[in-house]
């Protein structure tokens, strides 16, 4: 019994000696795939090469509930933590593990901003190592969270090709994103999770749908009040 109880320790102990090398290995290679892309092209040039596109939008043109939408769903603490969110990492791997599958990666705004401008959106542990390295590196030379939060409007995908918030809303509303009505914004904050599902031009009824979902969000957080959502719902259809 001694020697079948040791074995197990013994077996315990290599189990976590392997989990630690494995883990050491992917954290280098995140950190050698964040130092090859800022080598390539440093974080200042990709930045003004986004402030210099035609469709750019400033963060005073964009609708105050456009961008509490977008906070309440995407990352509601934004302006608390710093690159990178230790509570929301908890509990997407707690979901994680309940689910068994990489479902929940628990990014901040600034993480999906260093995604949208290095990385690809493949869902592998190695470029999450390497998007957190580039957070930090996005959140130290620009402290400014509501500068951080312009970049990453200017940066998402919002399907049918627009890759600005200036360009979805004219394409979606043919409005200018100042004139975009409650609704509208917030239908709008709830695209870029997966442009090819919810853009309203190809499944109305699941922008709808996701729409109400950001809303509900909205509430929840405090961004709004549930009879002003209601109204706001109902107006819009």
């Known amino acids: ?20 090398f494995m883990t050491a290995l992917v954290v280098k290679d995140g950190y050698d795939m964040y130092k090859q892309a800022i080598e390539e092209t440093p974080l200042s040039e990709r930045v003004q090469s986004i402030r210099n596109k035609e469709n750019y939008t400033k963060i005073d043109e964009i609708p105050e509930i456009y961008k ?15 690159a990178i969110d230790i509570i929301s990492i908890g509990r997407a791997i707690v979901k994680d ?18 995604k949208n401008i290095y990385f690809t959106q493949e869902k592998k542990m190695t470029r ?3 998007e957190v390295f ?28 627009y890759y600005t918030v200036k360009e979805a809303a004219i394409g979606y509303f043919d409005k200018e994103p100042s004139q975009m009505t409650d609704y509208e914004s917030i239908m709008l904050a709830g695209i870029p999770n997966a442009p090819s599902v919810y853009a309203p031009t190809k ?4 922008a709808k749908q996701r729409q109400r979902q950001v809303a509900e969000a909205m509430v ?3 961004y709004i009040s549930q009879e002003e ?6 107006e819009g259809e």
């Open 1 to 20: 019994m001694k020697l079948l109880k040791r074995a197990i320790i013994v077996i315990i102990l290599l189990v976590i000696l392997i989990g630690i």
């Open 68 to 82: 509490d939408a977008v906070l309440a769903v995407e990352d509601h603490r934004f302006y608390e933590h710093g």
């Open 97 to 114: 593990i309940q689910q068994m599958s990489f479902v929940e990666g628990g990014s901040t705004i600034t993480q999906q901003l260093a």
């Open 128 to 130: 999450k190592i390497a």
């Open 134 to 161: 580039m957070a930090i590196e996005i959140e130290k030379n620009y402290p400014n969270k509501d500068e951080i939060l312009e970049l990453y409007l200017n940066t998402s995908y919002f399907g049918d090709g």
């Open 203 to 206: 499944n109305p009824e699941l």
């Open 220 to 222: 929840n957080y405090g």
């Open 229 to 234: 959502v209601d109204k706001i719902i109902q």
